[in-house]
């Protein structure tokens, strides 16, 4: 089996043929292998649409390997329920019975049939009930088998695993455990003639007529703890401490291969690859080994005649969520093309249909599928236990995307250095010419976050001498020709050594330039560390490029940097009007951290709903919270939690945002794709200029309503409107009031542009480039202007630009948040993943004196520490620079 189906992604083997799998984008389903069967029966179960059934959302019939893709439903079954506490009584049965008949109800007027509806097919999630296993055909009973089941699944609720065995010999005995109107259904439903048992339909309708089937849901006994694969490998990651954290993506980048089409896949690697052999990582090494081993994320092998791939690990329980899994199929053979598979340890849902469920045991999992490198030693080999995660982990992948473009080079360095170690060191196994030149450039500036191991290291090391001594050969061999007389024999001698000195100078030079080379990289993100390896390329060699970096970094206006530490690619940040205080929603989970010394002030755990977007109160003190379809405020200074839900959220998906107006007592919403925005005046409880293009200005007092030649300007305070045709065709999103409220800046195509509320120009020039949002200082004379990946300051009197900068790329939908400090010295800008850059407006570039750069720097940043020495330029070996 490969470790992809179609654009499918799998997991875990659940059992029998079933796998959790994952699609490009991580959402979780299950995926069932097929045998041949006919297509009507599948295509008809895709048409049933009801909240007590798991959809079917793909197959594919016509393939190698036909499939069958369904929702995941995570929860308990019923058989696993009451196996462990026991029957069901009073109107928790009319809830199991009118939930299951519905789903039935559907099926049938689909016109599919379920066909093994047994106790280990349904599913007690937190919406109830649902039905799993649709599509995968059954006995060819038709309807009238499913009803018949039904009537045995009433009876295994209501009187256990034995109730079943019992049935045909004390059918009167059983039955009366049920309240006479459903005892009469259940009867009905067993009856033999299948032309004598009621529809699902009939069913349903006379359950709908006893109020206890409509009192609530039947909800699983426990809370349902069954998380994708992502959610519990961020939170494995999310559970170590910072230096632990530094190591997971050394490991798992290491364990990703790609395929001749490109295409990520799962590789093999030695533990002695994984970390470059200091004491520090080696134990943090064990400890991230060690716990995602235990999840069964990653597979270790220590037996020597096993591989990496079959571990005794992978098929454990751990290998799974403690919840049990929930898709309980037919299980029919395998298919020819799929290796063969052990049966041993399914889950009873998953097992073949019958109807009394085995009892729960362990579950297997899939093993490696792709052709991977195996480990050069088999005995201590790693590997990610399942592909999927490679999709199903966003952080993983966001990890991957930044290391794509040196991955291949990577693996070839790999690769040869395995070679080169298993055969003796030999010359001829170094990397030379081309492929050394390659290897050594990602080695210098490629990479991100990988870390050369110590045979890697040694390896480039073994091909740079092999190239230094071939070239000293060369040199000796013209000595000699040249050596005519003893003075030119020792001229030769001079020369030789002044070319040696020359040559061993030349790995400082290079490592200058590239030093250089990798801060001009980091400046935009992350100042501080650009600075220090400015320095650092000084001190290693003071070539154009060091002497050109340390210019740039006196040059740039960036003096801080502060990220926050769960900051991702899911992360939602807001930043306050100030500048200092981030806050910051990462995995269901509030926090707000103090800007200038990276302080955590405050957290608390999310609403349950998906939040779409938030936004800080002026003060400085709430945050607003806007859910799917309600919002919620959190006073950060409090102590307690989030509020609770009020007036309305944003449905829409795409690009959404939240704002409060000046004043505080409005918070507007907005999703740009679909068009959706309000207010909610926070004073009175109640929506305002629902779906309305509206800009408020200070104290809550003005504002602008932006509809073309009907705009308007409206006093909030007496209700007045004044006509402003002049705003038609004025981009709403681009515009802000100046602090005293009288006036109101707009970014448009040509320019920035400061108008009176008659409209009347006040600038005599746009201000140009014109990037999109906008935000004046507290006492109006700078405005600066944000766009996804630039920041720029203008002096409102003069024009003059006094910042103009690049900033983290944020994507279309997460423009760049400014935030000016009161004293209008430092600006601070919201970029991507939670990065806040502080900029000095009152930066004044020095004098290009590299040796004045490299004080300043040294007494106010220090140099590298010797583990970003590590990361940034392994190759050559750390110096105090300061």
Not at 686 to 715: H, I, K, M
Not at 816 to 827: C, E, F, K, S
Request: proline fraction near 8%; glycine fraction near 10%; include cysteine.
């Amino acid at each position: 089996m490969t470790d992809r189906l179609g654009g499918y992604w799998l997991g875990s083997r659940l059992g029998g043929a079933v796998h959790d799998a994952y699609d490009e984008s991580g959402t979780r389903y299950a995926l069932t292998l097929l045998p041949s069967r006919p297509s009507f029966q599948v295509k008809a179960a895709m048409q049933v649409r009801s909240r007590s059934v798991a959809r079917v959302v793909d197959v594919c019939l016509d393939g190698q390997v036909p499939y069958l893709v369904s929702e995941y439903v995570p929860g308990p079954t019923l058989g696993e329920v009451v196996g462990r506490r026991g029957p069901y009584e009073g109107d928790d049965l009319y809830l199991l019975a009118a939930a299951t008949a519905t789903g039935l109800a559907a099926i049938h007027e689909a016109g599919a049939v379920h066909g093994g509806l047994t106790p280990d097919r349904v599913v007690l999630g937190v919406e109830g009930p649902r039905l799993v296993g649709l599509g995968l055909g059954g006995d060819g009973s038709g309807p009238p088998g499913d009803v018949r089941d039904w009537g045995r699944l009433l009876v295994f609720a209501a009187c256990g695993p034995s109730g079943l065995d019992r049935l045909p010999d004390q059918p009167d005995r059983l039955l009366n455990r049920l309240d006479r109107a459903l005892r009469e259904l259940v009867l009905a439903a067993l009856r033999r003639d299948p032309d004598r048992r009621p529809s699902a339909h009939q069913l349903l309708l006379s359950l709908l007529d006893v109020p206890q089937s409509q009192q609530g849901r039947l909800l699983p006994p426990e809370p349902v703890d069954d998380p994708p694969l992502g959610a519990r490998a961020e939170s494995l990651y999310l559970q170590l401490s910072r230096a632990d954290q530094d190591v997971v993506p050394e490991v798992f980048l290491r364990l990703v291969g790609m395929d001749p089409d490109g295409t990520d896949t799962r590789r093999g690697a030695i533990r002695t690859e994984l970390v470059t052999g200091r004491p520090p990582e080696q134990a943090a090494l064990d400890r991230v080994l060690k716990a995602y081993t235990e999840a069964g994320l990653i597979t270790q092998t220590h037996d020597p005649n096993s591989s990496a791939t079959n571990s005794p690990t992978a098929n454990s329980p751990t290998a799974n969520s403690p919840a049990a899994p929930n898709h309980s199929p037919s299980t029919p053979a395998p298919h020819p093309s799929l290796a063969a598979q052990s049966s041993s340890g399914l889950h009873p849902s998953l097992a073949a249909p019958s109807h009394a469920p085995s009892s729960p045991g362990p579950r297997a999992t899939s093993a490696a599928q792709n052709p991977v490198p195996e480990p050069a030693d088999p005995g201590d080999g790693v590997i990610i236990t399942h592909a999927a995660l490679l999709r199903a982990w966003p952080r993983l992948h966001e990890w991957l995307d930044a290391e794509r473009d040196g991955l291949a080079v990577h693996r070839d360095l790999t690769r040869a250095a395995r070679r080169w170690e298993a055969g003796g060191r030999r010359e001829t196994d170094l990397f030379q010419e081309d492929e050394l030149d390659r290897a050594l450039a990602w080695a210098a500036s490629g990479r991100r976050r990988v870390t050369l191991s110590a045979a890697e290291q040694a390896f480039l090391d073994g091909g740079r001498a092999l190239v230094r001594g071939r070239a000293r050969g060369r040199r000796r061999a013209m000595m000699v020709l040249a050596s005519v007389t003893l003075v030119a024999v020792l001229a030769a001698i001079v020369v030789a050594v002044w070319q040696n000195g020359t040559a061993d100078g030349r790995l400082d030079q290079a490592m200058a330039r590239v030093a250089a080379s990798r801060a001009r990289a980091l400046r935009a993100a992350d100042p501080v560390t650009a600075r220090r390896l400015s320095l650092a390329a000084w001190r290693l060699a003071p070539v154009a490029e060091a002497r050109a970096a340390l210019a740039d970094s006196a040059a740039d206006p960036a003096v801080d940097v502060f990220a926050a530490p769960y900051g991702g690619a899911r992360s939602l940040d807001a930043l306050s009007d100030d500048g200092t205080r981030l806050a910051a929603l990462t995995d269901g989970t509030l926090r707000v951290y103090d800007t200038i010394s990276g302080r955590q002030l405050a957290t608390t755990a999310g609403p349950d709903q998906s939040v779409r977007a938030m936004a800080w109160s002026p003060d400085g003190r709430t945050l607003a919270l806007v859910g799917v379809d309600r919002s919620y405020l959190w006073d950060t200074t409090s102590g307690a939690g989030v509020g609770p839900p009020f007036g309305r959220g944003l449905g829409a998906p795409g690009q959404q945002s939240a704002w409060f107006s000046p004043g505080g007592g409005l918070l507007f919403a907005a999703a740009r794709q679909s068009g959706e925005r309000w207010a909610w005046n926070l004073r009175t409880g109640r929506a305002a200029f629902v779906g309305q293009y509206v800009v408020v200005g200070p104290r809550d007092r003005v504002a602008l309503v932006f509809a073309g030649t009907r705009s308007e300007v409206v006093r909030l305070s007496t209700g007045v409107r004044t006509p402003a045709p002049w705003l038609d065709r004025m981009p709403w999103e681009y515009a802000v009031f100046s602090p005293e409220g009288e006036r109101v800046a707009i970014a448009e195509e040509t320019g920035v542009q400061v108008y009176a509320l008659n409209g009347v120009p006040v600038l005599p020039v746009r201000l140009r480039p014109s990037p999109g949002h906008l935000r004046f200082s507290t006492d109006g004379q700078l405005l600066a202007s944000t766009d996804t990946d630039r920041v720029r300051v203008w002096r409102v009197a003069d024009g003059t630009r006094l910042t103009d900068r690049q900033v983290p790329a944020t994507g279309t939908d997460r423009p760049a948040q400014a935030a000016l400090a009161p004293d209008g010295r430092w600006l601070r800008v919201l970029a991507d993943h939670g990065t806040v850059l502080t900029i000095d407006l009152a930066h004044a570039t020095p004098p290009p004196d590299p040796a004045r750069a490299a004080a300043s720097i040294c007494g106010r940043y220090g140099g590298l520490s010797q583990p970003d020495w590590n990361q940034y330029l392994s190759e050559v070996p750390y110096r105090p620079v300061c």
